[in-house]
T-cell receptor, first 110, second 116 residues
């Protein structure tokens, strides 16, 4: 079983729509959770950390469910510039080894 | 540009040749990590180095792959006798210390290796 699993998508949504997707992780010892964004043929960049209480950063909301071992990302009022692949990333504490999911592709159309 | 610098950005090799990928960390960072991204897969940790030391190479294939981070100069990921399965994007990242306080790794733009 993969450490981090994501629905690859693609999620094709119109501008202004809300899109949400999950990822699941297998290691219950995982302590830190993140969403990274990767544009086509570019490097991954940190989008936001995911906290136990859930957190919001502008139009982006991340949730963590430790009991079911999944993380979610919701994007409200989608913009064309949100088109990217979103990588779910898990870490055991502050270890230097990050475990990446294969990504969920979101395409926002005009 | 004070970011992580990788070169070459694109590299084409024939089977059996050698590939050398270089990474200069961000200024002030002495910890370097190499990750590999195969098509349709997530990034996989390969190796963690500090200056002149390999700290963790648990993600490196046992043969043909090696990495170094000399006292002077960039970190080098070397792949000998490349095979088609080595075709991937190789990303380097750096941090100022071991352990990630914020979970943020600063990646370079990657080196895309194509093996013909």
């Amino acid at each position: 079983r993969k450490e981090v699993e994501q629905d690859p998508g693609p999620f094709n949504v119109p501008e202004g729509a809300t899109v949400a997707f999950n990822c699941t992780y297998s290691n219950s010892a995982s302590q830190s959770f993140f969403w990274y964004r990767q544009d086509c043929r570019k490097e991954p960049k940190l989008l936001m950390s995911v906290y136990s209480s859930g957190n919001e950063d502008g139009r982006f909301t991340a949730q963590l469910n430790r009991a079911s071992q999944y993380i979610s990302l919701l994007i409200r009022d989608s913009k064309l510039s949100d088109s990217a692949t979103y990588l779910c990333v898990v870490n055991k504490g502050h270890d230097y080894k990050l475990s990446f999911g294969a990504g969920t592709t979101v395409t926002v159309r005009a | 540009n004070a970011g992580v610098m990788q070169n070459p950005r694109h590299l084409v090799r024939r089977r059996g040749q050698e590939a050398r990928l270089r990474c200069s960390p961000m200024k002030g960072h002495s910890h370097v990590y190499w990750y590999r991204q195969l098509p349709e897969e997530g990034l996989k940790f390969m190796v963690y180095l500090q200056k002149e030391n390999i700290i963790d190479e648990s993600g490196m294939p046992k043969e043909r792959f090696s990495a170094e981070f000399p006292k002077e100069g960039p970190s080098i990921l070397r792949i000998q006798q490349v095979v088609r399965g080595d075709s991937a994007a190789y990303f380097c990242a750096s941090s100022p210390r071991q352990g990630l306080d914020t979970g943020e790794l600063f990646f370079g733009e990657g080196s895309r290796l194509t093996v013909l």
